[in-house]
């Protein structure tokens, strides 16, 4: 808590976007008025303007106030963050560890950041009733751009039109606009930026109008559950629905019933290419309701556009990806996660590394407002929030309308023929359900042509020359394109060292369709990946091929395995279960199996039943086996008895030191230095790991390597983690690296 300052305020706390785990005092000049807790402000930083934000407001300074610096301007009439939302980006950088300017910059769109208004305003023009009286007595006369002016207004009725609008539809208005003017027949003033309501970012089906279904007995219960405890307080739900059970059906009367109400809505969604049809679904459900999506795919202006929708209150209902979990929403009543499950709600990037799920429940208890998490493959994490009772648990434990589980079978590889990936039991089941008529999803988590180009004599791979990894071939493109740091060149005839054939080994998705083609002919095959879905209307154009009926087979990365609805999709292969079966990352076989789950569960969403093939070499694994027996509630199960014994989170807390550099030993050596730092600090109950380099330590010309800190004692971590940053900071060795702390990580590698 701030203390209540006791005199006039005359210093302002500002948080600026440096490293710097502080924030900086400014004087407030004595005429002029405090800035309110949450605006922006521009203050000179050095020889700079910078924009920060006033986080609080003091009546004295630590720093000698005489060389404290004023205040240039405030940049917002209102708060940019009202207090709760100031309190969770507070809480954020605690938890986080990270400098609050940062974290603050992390919730602006750019745009801002850089100074935009944070309400822009737009000139308007609008007939008056004395000019509505004038065109029905046929005024104006002899003057047809003035009429046609008078015409389009009065049809504009109060709204009238705006600036941006008049020079669209007459050109040269303004002339004509000033005579009406004159006559008293015309209005201007300025207002708001008219909210365009955000396109849903997929086109929808013609054929898709909304229907309201019955609710069944189950999503009764379940909001009923959700009821009796309050709508209005904070409750914290995990919705537990298998695939197609109707859990957005669940969200869509969960959001009806706030909106009523006159609050708004907050859905997060994992990216927002991935999950199509959602935002379809709320616009069809809620057609007179303003929506803004926040994306990444957005450009900045879009972004601007949307977020200022959503602080404005224009939008009642704001959809978006991790970041939007920092979007400000007056009245906001509910927060749902969808897939709270995926990893990317947790930002693993650059230096503010945060989880949008975790924030969004912290801001639901804030805001003391529900949220509910939703997925068919919960985390191990919420499950056992669950069982210790942070989490209420809701189960939809069967499909939705008439469609049954589909049946899962392995298929061993060891024991058959297999071309090009495929296995002869895999093609026989496709080619039976192409002849009834159904649809087919092959499942592969590899895009490109192959992952390897070899040497047929001598046993050169294609290497990266920055990374530790192998070039993938894309065959089409006739290149080699390396994964992890982007590298592309030609696609060599020959082997450069020995000058023989080369071969490609292993397939991808261009691979897989190119071989589908081959044995079904006349198919329509359509392609999911990253490589295909560069702009989200390729996406579109897929997803419009399958829903038409022209693509009868599917082949796809993990972008396949959320939110598609085909109905007459009934096959599902899984060529690759295998990868991920015996990694060193403890969380490996949690996404193995949410993956398998939830991309079984693309089949046979309608009335046809569904049937899933897993291909792997290695049929008596427990984890598939205990998948197919017992699903993926069994798999949980066993999994979390796993991770309690190895005392890995959720029943331990982690933190990684992460640094790269040129060289790998910089790297070690800087995280050797940070590890010696903790000695001093008495670190208790806190293990230290490492260092140790990166499975793959080599990325794009960077050495990666990592130092591990794992307690039972969630406290005793982070007060290490408090005292220790600052001396890891002043390490002479942190000068030479690229360093970041990741809290909570989600990969370890
Ligand atoms: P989930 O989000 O759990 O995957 P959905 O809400 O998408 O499930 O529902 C799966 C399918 O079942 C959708 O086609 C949806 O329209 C339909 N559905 C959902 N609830 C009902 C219901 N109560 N009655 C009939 N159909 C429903
Ligand atoms: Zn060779
Ligand atoms: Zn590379």
């Known amino acids: 808590m701030d203390k209540l300052p006791t005199s006039k305020p005359s210093i302002c706390r500002v948080a600026l976007d440096t490293p710097l785990r502080r924030t900086f005092d400014y004087r407030i000049e004595a005429d002029r008025a405090a800035p309110p807790l949450g605006s922006r402000v521009s203050v000179p930083f050095g020889r700079r303007q910078l924009v920060g934000v006033a986080i609080s407001l003091e009546s004295e300074s630590e720093v000698d106030e005489s060389k404290l610096k004023s205040i240039s301007r405030t940049l917002d009439p209102e708060p940019t963050f009202d207090a709760p939302l100031l309190k969770l980006l507070r809480w954020a950088t605690e938890y986080y560890h990270h400098p609050i300017g940062e974290v603050i910059a992390a919730a602006l769109p750019k745009l801002l950041r850089e100074g935009a208004p944070l309400v822009s305003q737009t000139e308007y023009w609008a007939a008056t009733d004395a000019g509505i009286a004038a065109l029905a007595a046929g005024e104006p006369k002899r003057a047809p751009k003035r009429r046609e002016l008078l015409e389009r207004l009065v049809a504009a009725g109060t709204r009238g039109l705006d600036v941006v609008e008049l020079n669209e539809q007459l050109p040269g208005w303004r002339e004509a606009a000033k005579a009406l003017a004159k006559q008293e027949w015309l209005i201007s003033g300025s207002r708001d930026i008219f909210f365009e309501p955000s396109k849903p970012v997929i086109a929808e089906n013609s054929t898709s109008t909304d229907i309201r279904p019955e609710l069944s007995a189950q999503q009764r219960q379940v909001l009923e559950a959700m009821q009796s405890s309050g709508v209005t307080r904070y409750h914290a739900w995990l919705l537990h629905g298998v695939t197609g059970s109707g859990k957005t059906e669940v969200y869509l009367r969960l959001a009806e019933q706030q909106l009523q109400a006159g609050r708004r809505v907050l859905v997060l969604v994992p990216e927002i290419g991935l999950t199509p049809q959602l935002v379809g679904r709320f616009a069809r459900r809620f057609p007179q309701t303003p929506l803004a999506v926040l994306h990444s795919g957005l450009t900045d202006s879009e972004r601007l556009t949307a977020w200022r929708a959503a602080h404005r209150g224009h939008a009642q209902l704001v959809i978006g990806t991790r970041s939007a979990v920092f979007a400000p929403i007056p009245s906001l009543g509910i927060i749902i996660v969808d897939e709270e499950h995926d990893s990317s709600f947790k930002q693993q990037e650059g230096g503010f590394r945060y989880s949008a799920r975790d924030l969004a429940l912290v801001r639901a208890h804030l805001l003391d407002i529900p949220i509910v998490l939703g997925s068919a493959t919960p985390s191990l994490e919420s499950l056992h929030n669950a069982a210790s009772g942070r989490l209420t648990r809701l189960s939809l434990p069967d499909r939705a309308a008439s469609a049954s589980p589909p049946t899962l079978r392995l298929v061993d590889l060891r024991q058959e023929r297999v071309h090009a990936g495929l296995s002869t039991t895999a093609v026989s089941a496709i080619q039976r359900h192409l002849a009834a008529d159904g649809q087919v999803l092959v499942y592969i988590n590899r895009r490109g042509y192959a992952p390897t180009l070899a040497c047929t004599a001598c046993g050169w791979v294609a290497p990266c020359q920055s990374c530790d990894a192998r070039m993938t071939v894309y065959r089409q493109a006739a290149r080699l394109r390396c994964h992890h740091c982007g590298a592309d060149r030609d696609l060599p005839r020959q082997c450069p060292q020995c000058g023989y054939a080369v071969k490609t080994v292993g397939q991808g998705t261009e691979r897989i369709e190119e071989s589908l083609a081959e044995t079904f002919p006349g198919v329509g095959i359509a392609r999911l990946d990253r490589d295909v879905v560069r702009r989200s209307d390729e996406l579109e154009a897929v997803v419009a091929r399958m829903s038409g009926g022209e693509a009868k087979i599917l082949v796809g990365t993990q972008m396949v395995a959320k939110g598609h609805d085909f109905p007459s999709l009934t096959l599902v292969v899984v060529l690759n279960a295998d990868q991920g079966l015996f990694s060193t990352d403890f969380r490996a076989a949690e996404r193995l199996a949410q993956t398998i789950v939830q991309v079984a569960g693309r089949a046979g969403r309608a009335s046809r039943p569904g049937e899933v093939l897993i291909q792997t070499e290695y049929p008596e ?116 690296v690229r360093w970041a702390l990741d809290v909570d990580p989600l990969e370890l590698f």
Request: aromatic share 6%; hydrophobic share 45%; net charge positive.
């Open 621 to 736: 694994h427990p984890l598939l086996s205990g998948l197919l027996t017992g699903g993926y509630d069994a798999f949980a199960s066993a999994a979390l008895e796993e991770r309690r014994s190895a005392a890995w989170p959720p029943f331990s807390r982690l933190a990684a030191l992460r640094a790269s550099a040129t060289e790998a030993e910089t790297a070690i050596q800087f995280l050797e230095a940070a590890r010696r730092a903790t000695r001093t600090l008495n670190p208790g109950a806190v293990r230290l790991l490492g260092p140790a380099p990166a499975a793959m330590a080599r990325r794009a010309d960077r050495h990666h390597a990592q130092l591990l800190l794992e307690s039972a004692d969630r406290g005793a971590l982070h007060r290490l983690l408090d005292q220790w940053l600052p001396a890891v900071e002043a390490l002479p060795e942190a000068r030479r």
